[in-house]
């Protein structure tokens, strides 16, 4: 165990969710110990459990954490291109994903029917749905509820998508993220006045 630094509350927390989201990263679920990750941050197994009561708790702040960073730097500005803001909002998550597949197949499969994870994950999609929604150009309020609705199952299926990929990569990266930003287009084309990717 390394020698133990005396840090404030709010700095042991972030440095435990640190060394938990590099494990929880690294290996499966099942395969991560509370033991191993006192001994990795060079803390008694008592001040860690003082900090998360449980694995499952300790999972939930890192998956946390990863949702807001991811929704951070997800950039939806109306200035650029709808092409552009979903590659870049792609290429954010799957940067996150291929990073962190053990943690996101975790949470997705050995976690998937956990109400505190499938909230994290519910609220990060809506918080994206809500973006996109405002940088879209709209008609009405009807429109926006139809637009809306696609948004809300179009975010599902990317998760499904790539979810799956982790799990068996049957196509190149490129390959995934233009398969999805394709299905949105084609999706919100006979909703919107104006084609929203011409060249696409």
């Given at each position: 165990?390394?020698?133990?630094?005396?840090?404030?509350?709010?700095?042991?927390?972030?440095?435990?969710?640190?060394?938990?989201?590099?494990?929880?990263?690294a290996?499966?679920?099942?395969?991560?110990?509370?033991?191993?990750?006192?001994?990795?941050?060079g803390?008694?197994?008592?001040?860690?459990y003082r900090?998360f009561?449980?694995?499952h708790?300790?999972?939930?702040?890192?998956?946390?954490?990863?949702?807001?960073?991811?929704?951070?730097?997800?950039?939806?500005?109306?200035?650029?291109?709808?092409?552009?803001?979903?590659?870049?909002?792609?290429?954010?998550?799957?940067?996150?994903?291929?990073?962190?597949?053990?943690?996101?197949?975790?949470?997705?499969?050995?976690?998937?029917?956990?109400?505190?994870?499938?909230?994290?994950?519910?609220n990060?999609?809506?918080?994206?749905?809500?973006?996109?929604?405002?940088?879209?150009?709209?008609?009405?309020?009807?429109?926006?509820?139809a637009?809306?609705?696609?948004?809300?199952?179009?975010?599902?299926?990317?998760?499904?998508?790539?979810?799956?990929?982790?799990?068996?990569?049957?196509?190149?990266?490129?390959?995934?993220?233009?398969?999805?930003?394709?299905?949105?287009?084609?999706?919100?084309?006979?909703?919107?006045?104006?084609?929203?990717?011409?060249d696409?």
């Amino acid at each position: 165990m390394p020698p133990r630094q005396r840090l404030s509350p709010s700095d042991r927390r972030a440095q435990l969710l640190s060394v938990g989201a590099r494990l929880f990263a690294a290996h499966p679920y099942d395969d991560v110990l509370m033991e191993e990750i006192a001994e990795e941050a060079g803390v008694s197994r008592a001040l860690l459990y003082r900090h998360f009561s449980s694995k499952h708790v300790l999972f939930a702040a890192v998956y946390q954490q990863a949702a807001d960073q991811l929704l951070a730097e997800t950039r939806l500005d109306p200035a650029d291109s709808l092409v552009d803001q979903l590659i870049q909002g792609m290429d954010v998550h799957l940067d996150y994903f291929v990073a962190n597949r053990h943690a996101v197949l975790a949470a997705n499969r050995v976690l998937a029917g956990d109400p505190v994870i499938q909230t994290i994950m519910t609220n990060e999609l809506d918080a994206l749905r809500t973006r996109l929604l405002a940088v879209l150009p709209l008609a009405d309020e009807s429109t926006k509820e139809a637009v809306s609705g696609v948004l809300k199952s179009w975010l599902v299926f990317v998760q499904v998508l790539c979810v799956d990929w982790l799990t068996q990569e049957t196509c190149t990266r490129t390959q995934l993220r233009d398969v999805c930003i394709g299905a949105v287009l084609g999706a919100l084309r006979p909703l919107l006045s104006e084609d929203p990717a011409l060249d696409w």
